[in-house]
T-cell receptor, first 117, second 111 residues
Framework: NAGVTQTPKFQVLKTGQSMTLQCAQD?????MSWYRQDPGMGLRLIHY???????DQGEVPNGYNVSRSTTEDFPLRLLSAAPSQTSVYFC????????????????FGNGTRLTVT | QQPVQSPQAVILREGEDAVINCSSS?????VHWYRQKHGEAPVFLMI?????EQKGHEKISASFNEKKQQSSLYLTASQLSYSGTYFC????????????FGQGTELSVKP
């Protein structure tokens, strides 16, 4: 199993450009999420999904769109990139606990380092 | 709202012990701990649930104080391999899929 695969690994954008960060998992996990990591800020939740067709906002959703048409894929879209979106982006997945009461361990992809100039 | 971790950074000599704390203003149901090496993805260490027992993984253990909404990670007899940034992630009851992380604690273990 490949686990969680993120592409690309590195990306440089100019202000105003758009792009999609790809995330795919092959573990049949119901839950998927996107985090951004900035120095001193830890991992901040952007958007998350509890299943195909269901997404919700996290702590810092502005400037990002997501959709989940399949269990395997959870792309993150930047519609108009800004320098403040320069960051390392991590996608993560986890299985749904039967009791629905807590989160199972997250499996992280290797990250995408994005620079917006 | 992000949980608050303390300290922000700690430097140890091999064999020394350390404690990392994670506090939240919300009524937590679960607390996760992860370690991230430089340039790598975070890796899961352990999870603690409300009403559960203290967990352990080799010389790394953790506790969860439900009344104080606080979890602590204990690193005993630290090894060079323990170096990295430690994150706590907090989850509320019935909010599967939504895990909020603290700002991280950078741990450096020196020979």
């Amino acid at each position: 199993n490949a686990g969680v695969t993120q592409t690309p690994k590195f990306q440089v954008l100019k202000t105003g450009q758009s792009m999609t960060l790809q995330c795919a998992q092959d573990m049949n996990h119901e839950y998927m999420s996107w985090y951004r990591q900035d120095p001193g800020m830890g991992l901040r939740l952007i958007h998350y999904s509890v299943g195909a067709g269901i997404t919700d906002q996290g702590e810092v959703p502005n400037g990002y769109n997501v959709s989940r048409s399949t269990t395997e894929d959870f792309p993150l879209r930047l519609l108009s990139a800004a320098p403040s979106q320069t960051s390392v982006y991590f996608c993560a997945s986890s299985y749904k606990v039967r009791s629905l009461t807590y989160n199972s361990p997250l499996h992280f992809g290797n990250g995408t380092r994005l620079t917006v100039t | 709202q992000q949980p608050v971790q303390s300290p922000q950074a700690v430097i140890l000599r091999e064999g020394e012990d350390a404690v990392i704390n994670c506090s939240s203003s919300k009524a937590l149901y679960s607390v996760h701990w992860y370690r991230q090496k430089h340039g790598e993805a975070p890796v899961f260490l352990m999870i603690l649930l409300k009403g559960g027992e203290q967990k352990g993984h080799e010389k790394i253990s953790a506790s969860f104080n439900e009344k104080k909404q606080q979890s602590s990670l204990y690193l005993t007899a630290s090894q060079l391999s323990y170096s990295g940034t430690y994150f706590c992630g907090t989850g509320l009851y019935n909010q599967g899929g939504k895990l909020i992380f603290g700002q991280g604690t950078e741990l450096s273990v020196k020979p």
